[in-house]
């Protein structure tokens, strides 16, 4: 499956951006999905997960509340609502899916192997 991010841009501290991933290949309604971030000068981290029914979401902690995953299976595209944002928001924010389709949840936050290109999201003080 091939993924492409986009919706990243800068946004003052307080605002609100959404995030969309649009996929294409193999079936992409079989697929749990996720994102993470990688901050300047750090890892890449989890930042929520969703399975391919859409029924089930997880979050990294920190930003359960502010952050809300959701897809639409029948436009192919995966979705992140970002609130409330801060400065330390400010990442690449990259979609992943398993290899494998028709995987439980974990899978896309334990075993990502396809990845979207990334997009820049700066949050302003």
């Known amino acids: 499956v091939q993924l492409q991010a986009s919706g990243g841009g800068l946004v003052q501290a307080g605002g609100s951006l959404r995030l969309s991933c649009a996929a294409s290949?193999?079936?992409?309604?079989?697929?749990?999905l996720a994102w993470f971030r990688q901050a300047p000068g750090k890892e890449r981290e989890f930042v929520a997960a969703i399975s391919w029914t859409g029924g089930s979401t997880y979050y990294a902690d920190s930003l359960k509340g502010r952050f809300t995953i959701s897809r639409d299976n029948a436009k192919n595209t995966l979705y992140l609502e970002m609130n409330s944002l801060k400065p330390m928001d400010t990442a690449v924010y990259y979609c992943a899916a398993p290899l494998a389709s028709d995987a439980p949840i974990i899978a896309a936050v334990r075993e990502p192997g396809y990845w979207g290109q990334g997009t820049l999201v700066t949050v302003s003080s």
């Open positions: 290949g193999r079936t992409f309604s079989s697929y749990p």
